[in-house]
């Protein structure tokens, strides 16, 4: 899976370092996609990672098959 990064997410990624781009693909992969409540395109994804047992939101595009564009991710705790 390739992740392709917004301008958006590019500088929020210095503030949150600690989301890493494995915590992000667990996300994607091992939760249900859910529309965007403003952008019909978007799609979010919310789940616990382990084993920090944290909760990650992820806010991404799907480009294609392989290619997901993230927009925004944050801890929700």
């Known amino acids: ?3 392709i ?4 997410w590019k500088i929020q990624k210095q503030f949150r370092p600690d989301i890493t781009d494995e915590a992000i693909v667990y996300a994607i992969t091992n939760s249900d996609e859910l529309r965007d409540k403003y952008w019909i395109d978007a799609l979010n994804v919310i789940t616990r990672v382990p084993p920090s047992g944290r909760i990650l939101k992820v806010v991404y595009k799907r480009i294609s098959k392989d290619k997901i564009k993230i927009i925004t991710a944050m801890w929700l705790d």
Do not use: P, Q
């Open 1 to 3: 899976m390739e992740l």
């Open 5 to 8: 990064y917004s301008k958006h």
